[in-house]
Structure formats: C-alpha cells, structure tokens
C-alpha cells in the first residue's frame, strides 16, 4: 500500500507537469497530436480511479484527507471573512499584526494565469464532453484554491501577542503558537533557503518562508510542538519565518522575551 501511494503521488506531480506543458504548447499554436491529447485525458482518469482505494474499505477517512477537508472549510470562511472586510483572524486589542502575504502575490498571480490558461485551453480542445466536464471542475477548483489560499494568508497573518506569544501561520494550513517563556533570542536575519511554506529541517529548525525567504530568526529555550499541513507531527527549536517589516516583528517579540506569557495551546501531537 505504501508503495502504491508514492507510485499515485508521483504520477499525479507528473500529470500535473504534463498538463502545463501541454497547455502551453496548445496556446502556443503547437499542434499536439490527437494521441497525446487522448493519452493525457485518459491518465486523469486512472490517476483518480487509483486513489479510490484509499478513500473506502474500512469507511474511515484518512488523517490528511480529514485535514484536507478542514482546510477546504477554513478557506471557505477566509474568503467570506475577506469579502465582509472583518480584518484579520484571531487578532485581539494590543496584538501586533506581522504581514506576510505581500511577497508571495507576483508567484500567486503568475501560477493563477498559468492557471486560468491552462482551463480555456484544455475546454476548447478535449474533444470529449464528459471527460471536458471533469477536467474543467478540477480546473476551476485549482483556480479557486489558489485565490482562496492567498486571501488566508492575508486574513491570517503572524500575531505577537501583547503577553509576549508568538503565533506563525501560513494560510489555513498551519500554525504555530509559541509562549512568551519559549521565546530566548530574536533577531532580524535575511535568508535564502529554497523549500516550500513550511519546511522542518534535520537540524531541528523550521523554516516558514515566502519565495525561499525569511527575514526573522526567533530561538527557543525548548522544542515547540506543531502539526504540519497533512498532520504529521513535528517540533523545532529554532523558527526562520517571512515578516514584511521584520525589524517591527523583532522590536515587538523583543519586549516580551523570556516573560510570563500564556501557556502553549494542546496540539494534536
């Protein structure tokens, strides 16, 4: 079973590529043949079908299709608290909010037209109408995820709490909140690291960065615990995340290293 779940995840990365590639070529006036077009539409179907498996049988759901589903529904209310203009999430009098969002909006916007491209040319040219019906739903669904996902990261940003306590997000997928007594050194440092949003490295570091960048390094005098996107468990000793204005981020948890603060939140770990 193991195996078949990599042999999924690594055909459905391939597809995904393929089906960029192939999206370009189509804009670009390329003409593709029909077998490969077939072929294309047809993988779609198989790489669904394969993950049928793993969502019956026993009637329980997965850990990280429950934390997939969770993540649907808090993008959902992200958007709606976004369009009601209710601000921030989570944020009360004497927090200092830490905007991240900002930096990531060029690749947001260059991946939704890649996007939004990729579902007018794929509509025009499968040939198919109940294979077209599926494919634009998946379509459309990625457009909507990859609006709704920077839309959470603006209504969910960084939070230094007035005790002191540190909370780092990304989105709706994580967040990690770190009381004021775990906090030993902050310090304003830019990085270049490549990985994605949430990146726990064998030193026992976590990297939350924006473009493979982060610009603040907080220390701990101990472990934190946080549950990753999918649900595996982690802890990390030392934070690197994104601020927009990391020397404000630093001033702020700077005033309250070492104190009181609240005690951390039960995690799932």
């Known amino acids: 079973m193991t195996r078949l779940r990599r042999i999924v995840r690594w055909s459905l990365l391939i ?63 992200s958007c709606v608290r976004w369009i009601s203009r209710r601000g921030p999430q989570g944020v009360r009098e004497g927090d200092l909010v830490v905007r991240y969002a900002a930096a990531q909006a060029f690749v947001v916007a260059a991946l939704l037209f890649a996007s939004v491209v990729e579902t007018v040319a794929l509509a025009l040219v ?25 839309i959470s990261c603006v209504v969910r940003p960084h939070i230094v709490r007035a005790d002191g306590s540190l909370a780092l997000r990304y989105g709706v997928l994580t967040e990690i909140v770190v009381p004021a007594s775990q906090i ?24 939350m960065g924006i473009g493979g960048q982060t610009t603040v390094t907080v ?36 005033r309250g290293v070492g104190g009181e603060g609240s005690e951390a939140p039960h995690t799932a770990c």
């Open 126 to 150: 499968i040939p198919w109408p109940a294979v077209k019906n599926v494919v634009l739903v998946i379509d459309l669904w990625g457009v909507y995820f990859v609006i709704a996902l920077q």
């Open 15 to 77: 597809l995904l590529v393929g089906r960029l590639i192939l999206a370009v070529l189509l804009v670009s006036g390329v003409a593709v043949p029909a077998l490969v077009l077939r072929a294309m539409e047809a993988s779609i179907v198989v790489s669904v079908a394969a993950f049928v498996p793993f969502f019956v049988g026993d009637g329980k759901f997965p850990p990280a299709l429950r934390r997939l589903i969770v993540h649907e529904a808090l993008l959902f209310t």
């Open 184 to 207: 030993a050194r902050v310090r304003v440092e830019n990085r270049l690291d490549r990985g994605g949003p949430v990146k726990l490295n064998p030193d026992g570091s976590l990297d």
């Open 219 to 254: 220390e701990l005098s101990d472990s934190v615990p946080f549950v990753r996107p999918l649900g595996k468990c982690g802890q990390a000793r030392l934070l690197r995340f994104y601020a927009d204005s990391p020397a404000a981020a630093v001033a702020g948890l700077a």
